[in-house]
């Protein structure tokens, strides 16, 4: 099976946060997309806004991965050549509450996704996963080989489709790469895309700009006495358009080289901590965000970044984007849909 430059990828979850910004690298690049998303964390404005962005607006399926029939039917109406797999649900808090919800939306929704492509026999498949699946025992810089465990439901449904990848490239037909995310942050440069957090944020850069615009009275810094440069958390903050360019550059990997399964952590390889990060955000768009240090948030550790030497070696794919940038771009967005 050989793919075209014009060929058709369907990305489920296509009009979410990271799924919009690689359609728009994807169309940017000569592909032809078709989005199937179920609008459970999205809007039609995104739409809008990618035939803005891109002078072309893709195909949009809206249907549930968890039916079935809505996901194969995709597969009848479309020639896909290949799927980069976003949707799913998204937060560590919710999964705790609704176990069940994560397991149906995250790991049933992929095993039909899966069995739907299999029956049509598109076989090439990159998954999200995420850097929740580290263990916490693991030492910084995380590398691919690394042990891996998970403390919540959401992580655990990563963890259990990982796991279904793999078992499933033992069928050498399929090729499948599965991106393990860091801290994806920032918006597209236009501002016509970005995240749209609902109710109180929980990550860092969501709330710290909501801070800084107002919306939000104080930013909670959770935890000064961590191991770390200056006490607080590490993360390896990436800007999504990079983590968007990622995903078209391992298509274009798979594309040429024959891959069976293969895992790459996606990240700067930088760890930036609270405090680096509210100052960079202050001098870059000379604002100030009222902050306090409270105590540590239960289940974070204390640093977590990539080593991300395979994807480059391998993939030829690094971050371009500064903290800077992410801080530009994420303010941006705020400032202009708030
Ligand atoms: P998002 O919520 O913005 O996007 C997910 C999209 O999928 C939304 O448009 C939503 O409507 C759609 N969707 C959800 N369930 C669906 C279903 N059952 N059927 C069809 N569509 C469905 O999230 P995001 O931040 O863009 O994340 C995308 C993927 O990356 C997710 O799988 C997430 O777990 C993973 N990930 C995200 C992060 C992060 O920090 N944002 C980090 C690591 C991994
Ligand atoms: N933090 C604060 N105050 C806040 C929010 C966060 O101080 O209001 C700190 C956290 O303690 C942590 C850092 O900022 O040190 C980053 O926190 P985020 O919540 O932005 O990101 P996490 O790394 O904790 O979690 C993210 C995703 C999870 C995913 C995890 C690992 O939200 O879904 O990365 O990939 F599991």
Redesign the pocket.
């Known amino acids: 099976m050989k793919i075209k430059q014009n060929s058709q990828i369907l990305v489920t979850g296509g009009l979410g946060y990271i799924g919009s910004h690689t359609v728009a690298e994807l169309i940017a690049t000569g592909y032809q997309v078709v989005i199937f998303d179920n609008l459970t964390n999205s809007h039609l404005g995104v739409l809008e806004n990618l035939e803005t962005i891109s002078g072309q607006r893709p195909q949009l399926v809206i249907g549930d991965v968890t039916s079935s029939s809505e996901i194969d039917q995709v597969f009848q109406d479309y020639e896909i050549d290949a799927v980069i797999h976003f949707a799913g649900l998204?937060s560590?808090s919710e999964s705790l509450a609704q176990p069940l919800k994560y397991f149906e939306n995250n790991v049933t929704g992929t095993i039909n996704l899966l069995k739907a492509m299999a029956a049509n026999n598109v076989y090439r498949h990159i998954f999200s996963s995420?850097?929740?699946v580290y263990g916490a025992h693991n030492e910084v810089p995380f590398k691919e080989e690394m042990s891996r465990g998970a403390t919540n439901p959401?992580?655990r449904s990563k963890l259990m489709v990982e796991d279904i990848l793999k078992d499933l490239s033992n069928d050498p037909n399929w090729e499948i790469i599965a991106l393990r995310?860091?801290?994806p942050v920032g918006a597209h440069p236009s501002s016509l895309l970005g995240e749209e957090p609902k109710g109180i944020p929980?990550?860092?850069?969501p709330?710290l700009v909501q801070t800084a615009s107002g919306r939000l009275k104080e930013?909670?810094?959770?935890?000064n006495d961590y191991d770390t440069k200056d006490g607080?958390?590490v993360?390896d903050y990436i800007h999504v358009v990079d983590l968007a360019k990622a995903h078209v550059a391992v298509l274009s990997y798979m594309i040429k080289k024959p891959v069976n399964f293969e895992v790459f952590n996606v990240g700067t390889g930088h760890g930036i901590s609270?405090l680096e990060m509210i100052d960079c955000f202050e001098k870059t768009n000379n604002i100030k965000v009222p902050f306090k240090i409270v105590e540590r948030?239960p289940g974070?550790v204390g640093e977590?970044f990539a080593d991300v030497a395979k994807i480059k070696d391998l993939v030829g794919w690094n971050a371009t984007h500064s903290l800077e940038d992410m801080c530009k771009d994420a303010w941006n967005w705020e400032q202009k849909n708030k």
Do not use: E, I, W
């Open positions: 998204k560590v995420s850097a929740t959401y992580g995310y860091f801290n929980n990550n860092l850069m709330y930013l909670q810094v959770f935890g607080t958390g993360r609270v948030r974070d977590a």
